[in-house]
């Protein structure tokens, strides 16, 4: 894995965990907003929208850069969109940045043909 495509695995792990926590938020703000007199729904949208826009965009130059298959992609997009998907994609997204530097270790080591 080069630097590039390591970067951009990157960027999408840091932003799936704002954004799945950003999304809880706007859904508690929104049973709030019809219970109570706190009307928060605003602010959290735009937050969420933001954070959202972000997902995408990084979720598409690592599918660009890592040279995902179709169902790995529509994978992390769906992790977008449900309320604890992103706190998955990171875990998993981890998981394959490790798996990768393990991969990448042992052919500077000969130790493999991976």
Do not use: Q
């Amino acid at each position: 894995m080069d630097i590039k495509t390591a970067s951009a695995l990157r960027r999408l792990r840091l932003v799936s965990g704002p954004e799945a926590i950003s999304f809880l938020l706007l859904l508690v703000c929104s049973v709030l907003k019809r219970t109570t007199d706190f009307n928060a729904v605003p602010v959290m949208g735009a937050v969420h929208g933001f954070l959202f826009v972000l997902y995408v965009l990084f979720w598409a130059d690592a599918w660009n850069r890592a040279k995902w298959s179709p169902g790995t992609a529509a994978f992390y997009f769906l992790m977008s969109v449900l309320p604890t998907g992103g706190f998955f994609a990171d875990r998993r997204l981890k998981r394959e940045a490790e798996d990768a530097v393990i991969a990448s270790r042992a052919r500077g080591e000969g130790v493999v043909g991976a």
